[in-house]
């Protein structure tokens, strides 16, 4: 029983770790609203908003998350999206 408690402690710290440090990292941005225009995707308005120095898959995923996106990501035209740019 004592295990199991253990277990399910660390499983709950494993889960909550995550959420805090990406709570930290988009506290340290400012952000930009932008329209989704026919044909664009997450990844082309990702790839507006990085440096040679970025991994655009980090930028796509703090779009998603930011965004509340599912895992297909997928956007409307006209849809607004917040997207997180240094300053």
């Given at each position: 029983m004592r295990t199991l408690f253990i277990l399910s402690l660390v499983l709950a710290l494993l889960t909550i770790t995550p959420l805090a440090s990406s709570s930290a990292f988009f506290g340290?941005?400012?952000y930009e609203t932008?329209?989704?225009k026919p044909g664009d995707t997450v990844w082309k308005i990702a790839a507006n908003y990085i440096t040679d120095k970025?991994?655009?898959r980090e930028k796509v995923f703090a779009i998603r998350q930011l965004n509340k996106l599912n895992n297909n990501a997928q956007v409307y035209p006209g849809q607004a999206l917040k997207v997180p740019v240094s300053r």
């Open positions: 340290s941005f400012s932008v329209y989704v970025d991994d655009i």
